[in-house]
C-alpha cells in the first residue's frame, strides 16, 4: 500500500543533542510537510517543500531544519533540542497542483528531550 | 486572516447516539474543507473532504459533513456513535493564500460512553 513512513517511532534525546527525525513516502506526492503537534493541541507547520522549494514559516525557529534530498524522502533536523521541543512530529504529503489539497500523513515520531 | 472554530473541545455522546462536532470557518473565496480524525499516538487520517461539488459529503467510518455557505459551517455527523469513534477529530480549510497548506481548527475530542 502506498503510504507515508516515519522513523522513528519514538525518539528520545538529551538536551542540546541533535536530532533526525526521518520521513519517505510511496505516493509520489510533489509537496512534503513538516508539523510540530504538542499534547491536545492542533499540529503547528513548522515548513514544507514543493518538489525542491522550500518554504518556511515565519515563526519556525532556527533551530529546525529541513532537508528534502529526492522525492522520496523528507528529513527533519533539531540542532539543539529544548525541553520545550519535546512533542510529535508528523510528516504529511500532498498531490499538490491539479489535486484537491487533502495531505496524507505518516504515523508521527515522539520526541522526548531528557 | 482565515481561521476554523470547533465549538467544544470535548463532546461525549453515549454509545448509538447522534455525533455532531461543529466547525465553523472564516474565507473570502471558496474553500477546500476537510475533517480529520486522530487516534492517540496516531498521525492524522482523513476522513472526508469537500471540494466544491455536492455539498453533503460522505466519509469513511459512516461519518458525513454538510458545506453550508450561508451559515460558513461545515459541521460533521453520524447518525450512531460507536467505541471506536473516540478520538480528536481536527476541520481544516485550505489557506487560501497558499493552497498547498491547510489553517487546522483546534480540534475536538469525542468520547463514547458504553
Known amino acids: 500500500d502506498a503510504m507515508v513512513i516515519q522513523n522513528p517511532r519514538y525518539q528520545v534525546t538529551q538536551f542540546g543533542k541533535p536530532v533526525t527525525l526521518s520521513c519517505s513516502q510511496t505516493?509520489?506526492?510533489?509537496?512534503m510537510y513538516w508539523y510540530q503537534q504538542k499534547s491536545s493541541q492542533a499540529p503547528k507547520l513548522l515548513f514544507h517543500?514543493?518538489?525542491?522549494?522550500?518554504?518556511n514559516e515565519a515563526d519556525t525557529p532556527d533551530n529546525f531544519q529541513s532537508r528534502r534530498p529526492n522525492t522520496s524522502f523528507c528529513f527533519l533536523d533539531i540542532r539543539s533540542p529544548g525541553l520545550g521541543d519535546a512533542a510529535m512530529y508528523l510528516c504529511?504529503?500532498?498531490?499538490?497542483?491539479?489535486?484537491?489539497?487533502?495531505?496524507?500523513f505518516g504515523p508521527g515520531t515522539r520526541l522526548t528531550v531528557t | 486572516a482565515q481561521s476554523v472554530t470547533q465549538l467544544g473541545s470535548h463532546v461525549s455522546v453515549s454509545e448509538g447516539a447522534l455525533v455532531l462536532l461543529r466547525c465553523n470557518y472564516s474565507?473570502?473565496?471558496?474553500?477546500?474543507l476537510f475533517w480529520y480524525v486522530q487516534y492517540p499516538n496516531q498521525g492524522l487520517q482523513l476522513l472526508l473532504k469537500?471540494?466544491?461539488?455536492?455539498?453533503l459529503v460522505k466519509g469513511i467510518n459512516g461519518f458525513e459533513a454538510e458545506f453550508k455557505k450561508s451559515e460558513t459551517s461545515f459541521h460533521l455527523t453520524k447518525p450512531s456513535a460507536h467505541m471506536s469513534d473516540a478520538a480528536e477529530y481536527f476541520c481544516a480549510v485550505s489557506d487560501q493564500t497558499s493552497y498547498d497548506k491547510v489553517i487546522f481548527g483546534p480540534g475536538t475530542s469525542l468520547s463514547v460512553i458504553p
Open positions: 517543500y514543493y518538489d525542491k522549494d522550500f518554504n
Open positions: 504529511a504529503t500532498s498531490i499538490g497542483q491539479g489535486g484537491t489539497y487533502e495531505q496524507y
Open positions: 505516493l509520489n506526492h510533489n509537496v
Open positions: 469537500y471540494t466544491s461539488a455536492a455539498t
Open positions: 474565507s473570502s473565496v471558496p474553500p477546500y
